[in-house]
């Protein structure tokens, strides 16, 4: 398997920033939290409020100096959770934005030491099977409804590597397969080698993908992906699949405006990472007639949102307002 980790510059791509999602909620535990103070604190004793041991009421925007921890600058989640303190009126809080890696740091840190912490968040993600996280009620729908994963493939492919096109045609799987690939990855194994190690504990559900496909004799084939856990793992997958039937893939990583493009522009063939109907929704807006649209990989079980530990004693966006 051919990995290209150079992004791929197309003369017509869009000048759009990158953006990142990955969804399904995580009601998570609530403690037994009911509803929260009217100073919005979150957390609450036997009236409105939980107090400390001098009397005053906790407050996890100064714990937290009212920050909430992002990924990169111009992702979708990031741009979600600006929109949230907006829409619910988060007078002095802001996103600080970084990576998705360096947010994964410092909410494994936090949680280590069991210290308040707010991240844009998003499932699937290994983190949900790692620790004991919950997402944010959104009244508000801030960061929209569940999403699904689809995948899309350049026009033409069907009738050039009908073999390929069927493996992508059939792909489906849960966000719960996906944590399990992501979670192998943050432990150290090796992409493929995570990869290969669900196709092998998958057996009946890998048949179902290639049933309709063939052997071919060394055809190329070119999947694009956004560099997210969730589209490594993903795409990793249906490499190998491809593979064992005789492709050689080529695996491209890009930004999502690049990865769309590519597609509509024939440059790359395949890729099963597009986040809709939110997440994704300028790019395939712009150049749906471009491609064809083979449906969810994985369905409705994507979502964004303001993702916390399981022992914040916070259950909604709401609760961080200080009215």
């Not at 969730?230 to 039937?245: D, G, K, P, Q, R």
Request: proline share 3%; charged share 25%.
């Amino acid at each position: 398997m051919k990995k290209n980790w150079q992004r791929i510059g197309l003369a017509s791509a869009l000048s759009f920033t990158l953006v990142a999602a990955g969804c399904g909620t995580d009601d998570g535990d609530d403690n037994g939290a009911d509803s929260t103070d009217d100073n919005g604190t979150g957390e609450e004793a036997d009236d409105e409020e939980d107090s400390d041991d001098n009397g005053e009421t906790a407050n996890y925007g100064e714990e937290v100096n009212y920050t909430i921890v992002g990924i990169d600058p111009g992702a979708g989640v990031v741009a979600a959770a600006e929109q949230a303190i907006e829409d619910y009126d988060l007078e002095g809080w802001s996103v600080q934005t970084s990576s998705s890696a360096a947010m994964t740091q410092e909410l494994t840190n936090a949680y280590e030491n069991e210290e308040p912490i707010l991240v844009t968040g998003w499932t699937p993600h290994w983190k949900f099977e790692a620790m004991d996280l919950k997402i944010l009620d959104d009244p508000e729908l801030s960061f929209g409804e569940a999403e699904s994963i689809h995948t899309i493939v350049r026009e033409g492919l069907e009738e050039d590597l009908p073999e390929g096109f069927a493996v992508l045609d059939n792909f489906a799987w849960t966000a719960a397969d996906m944590d399990e690939v992501m979670l192998e990855i943050s432990e150290g194994v090796a992409e493929e080698e995570a990869a290969q190690n669900w196709i092998d504990a998958n057996e009946d559900v890998v048949s179902e993908w290639t049933a309709d496909a063939g052997e071919v004799d060394g055809e190329s084939i070119d999947l694009a992906y956004v560099p997210w856990e969730t589209e490594i793992a993903s795409t990793n997958v249906v490499a190998l699949v491809l593979e064992s039937i005789g492709y050689e893939v080529n695996m491209s990583s890009m930004e999502a405006n690049i990865m769309f493009t590519a597609i509509a522009n024939g440059d790359a063939d395949g890729m099963v990472a597009a986040w809709l109907p939110y997440t994704h929704e300028e790019y395939y807006a712009q150049m749906e007639d471009q491609f064809v649209d083979l449906g969810p990989n994985v369905d409705g079980e994507a979502a964004l949102g303001l993702t916390v530990p399981s022992y914040m004693n916070i259950d909604s966006i709401e609760d961080l307002r200080e009215d």
